[in-house]
């Protein structure tokens, strides 16, 4: 299985690298992680948030193969519990195929228009994550996820 990452923004911190890096290597048994960091633009102060949502969202259509699994990250989305995120991840490797694109928005978020093309749209949380940290927190979830379908004690029941 391959997972594809695109966010926007610049690469890695340090501070979240080697984190990045701990789950990349943990998950490497079940799965090929490959990000996609997508640079953005300086902004002009003046710039409209609509303006900074739809230059981001053509940014992100450009650079994505929508023709595997498309999951957004968005704070509209559906909230998973662990079990469910291991269960999903399951049905799309054994439906929908071998890899699976997650998608990390911009910090307004992207335009509707984009929603549509994406096949599901999760909720990492309710709570706002610094964009860096959301990469860190995806990551061990995903790394969660394998654990839980391959049934070891790393998550408790």
């Known amino acids: 299985m391959k997972i594809?990452?695109?966010?926007?923004?610049?690469?890695?911190?340090?501070?979240?690298?080697s984190l990045i890096q701990f789950f990349e290597k943990r998950i490497k048994p079940f799965a090929k992680i490959e990000f996609?960091?997508?640079?953005?633009?300086?902004?002009?102060?003046?710039t409209s948030i609509d303006q900074i949502k739809f230059?981001?969202?053509?940014?992100?259509?450009?650079?994505?193969?929508?023709?595997?699994y498309t999951i957004l990250l968005d704070e509209t989305g559906k909230a998973l519990n662990?079990?469910?995120?291991?269960?999903?991840?399951?049905?799309?490797?054994?439906?929908?195929?071998k890899e699976i694109n997650f998608i990390i928005g911009g910090a307004y978020g992207v335009a509707d228009s984009f929603k549509k093309e994406c096949k599901?749209?999760?909720?990492?949380?309710?709570?706002?994550?610094p964009h860096q940290m959301v990469?860190?927190?995806?990551?061990?979830?995903i790394y969660r996820s394998f654990q839980i379908l391959n049934n070891t004690g790393y998550h408790h029941i």
């Open 120 to 129: 599901a749209i999760w909720s990492l949380s309710n709570l706002v994550f």
């Open 82 to 97: 662990s079990v469910e995120w291991a269960e999903n991840i399951e049905k799309i490797q054994l439906y929908h195929g």
């Open 55 to 68: 230059d981001e969202t053509e940014l992100l259509k450009r650079n994505i193969n929508f023709k595997h």
């Open 135 to 141: 990469r860190v927190i995806l990551l061990e979830q």
């Open 4 to 17: 594809n990452i695109y966010c926007l923004g610049k690469a890695h911190n340090p501070e979240y690298k």
């Open 36 to 46: 996609h960091i997508i640079a953005i633009s300086k902004r002009n102060t003046k």
